[in-house]
């Protein structure tokens, strides 16, 4: 099985800086096709998660382009630039080549 | 605008059966889409459980697809969950997707949640 792995697992932010989250694969998650992946998920407080990020880069509808993805393989990167007040939540990054697995989650809190 | 709501039980009985159903309104689900169910535990965070396409074909978690079934009601434009022999280890909020991994795309759209216990 692939196992995704986070951190940091709390992240406090102050409004207007950038915030980063890694998450790590046992195994790469680059496919034969050039894919990878790799999605990444926000759950905000008290509401089901929602997809911000397919294939490690790809931003879903409506995500801001403050949100992007990067990384290749086993190491992933979520970069969240000028971070705002509605951004808390916890983000999940999950593998989708095997069986998906979701990362233990990172909590973003305003300082 | 395609919304997924889950409805069943909040409490089922430990080695009974849980069930759900997850409705599908703004969009049909005999489209080209899978529909699935994640539940979120604070034992084990999320956790994929299974997938339907609408022609039928399954994909279940390994870990569970002995005790599941998930189905599909065409006319009723919706979708189920059976697991059975249930333990207090699948108490969790359960969440029906729909599931655009084959798509490349993710788990784009998710219900609200619906909590269930497992207790006597």
């Known amino acids: 099985d692939i196992v995704v792995t986070q951190s940091p697992l709390s992240l406090p932010v102050t409004p207007g800086e950038s915030a980063s989250i890694s998450c790590r694969s046992s195994?790469?998650?680059?496919?034969?096709?050039?894919?990878?992946?790799l999605d990444w998920y926000v759950q905000k407080p008290g509401q089901p998660p929602q997809l911000l990020i397919y294939?490690?880069?790809t931003r879903a509808s409506g995500v801001p382009d403050r949100f992007s993805g990067s990384g290749s393989g086993t190491d992933f990167t979520l970069k969240i630039s000028r971070v705002e007040a509605a951004d808390v939540g916890v983000y999940y990054c999950?593998?989708?080549?095997?069986?998906?697995?979701f990362g233990q989650g990172t909590r973003l809190e305003i300082k | 605008q395609l919304q997924l709501q889950e409805s069943g039980p909040g409490l089922v009985k430990p080695s009974e059966t849980l069930s759900l159903n997850c409705a599908v309104s703004?969009?049909?689900?005999?489209?080209?889409?899978?529909w699935g169910w994640v539940r979120q535990s604070a034992g084990k965070g999320l956790e994929w459980i299974g997938s339907?396409?609408?022609?039928?074909?399954?994909y279940y978690s390994p870990s569970l697809e002995s005790r599941l079934v998930v189905s599909l009601d065409l006319s009723k434009n919706q979708f189920s969950l059976k697991l059975n022999s249930v333990t207090a280890a699948d108490t969790a909020v359960y969440y029906c997707?729909?599931?655009?991994?084959?798509?490349?795309?993710?788990?784009?759209?998710w219900g609200q949640g619906t909590l269930v216990t497992v207790s006597s």
């Open positions: 997707v729909r599931d655009m991994r084959f798509f490349d795309r993710g788990f784009d759209k």
């Open positions: 703004g969009g049909s689900i005999d489209s080209s889409s899978y």
């Open positions: 339907i396409h609408y022609s039928g074909s399954t």
């Open positions: 195994q790469s998650l680059l496919h034969s096709n050039g894919n990878n992946y």
């Open positions: 294939l490690g880069s």
């Open positions: 999950m593998q989708a080549l095997q069986t998906p697995a």
